[in-house]
Nanobody
């Protein structure tokens, strides 16, 4: 499977902001779904946000809705995650994921539907 290239994470204080990027091969297309998952120490990997290229549909986990924004580059095969109002519970390794399919809404948050993954990047939020 194609490995996605993630930007470095970072360290932020509570209430601060960080931005992550995820780049896949080639140019952007009208199909495919790209998103973000995260895994905190001792916990299972969980869904964060995803974007469907076919229509621009976005889906967010309730825990980040209103704070995080997922967006795409219209030319490059790149997706961003703008993280605002960060909380200590946002501390985790963040993984980018992608699939060539325009996933149906009910499948967009399911990690098993994605077949390309980034290396993971550490995001740490201090209290």
């Amino acid at each position: 499977q194609v490995q996605l290239v993630e930007s470095a994470g970072g360290l932020a204080q509570t209430g601060g902001s960080l931005r992550l990027s995820c780049a896949g091969p080639g140019r952007a297309s009208r199909t495919g779904t790209m998103g973000w998952f995260r895994q905190a120490p001792g916990k299972e990997r969980e869904f964060v946000a995803t974007l469907r290229r076919g229509d621009g549909k976005t889906v967010y986990a309730d825990s980040v809705k209103g704070r995080f924004i997922i967006s795409r580059d219209s030319v490059q095969n790149t997706v961003y995650l703008q993280m605002n109002s960060l909380k200590p519970e946002d501390t985790a390794v963040y993984y980018c994921a992608a699939t060539t399919s325009n996933l149906i809404l009910s499948s967009m948050r399911h990690q098993e539907r994605y077949d390309s993954w980034g290396q993971g990047t550490q995001v740490t939020v201090s209290s």
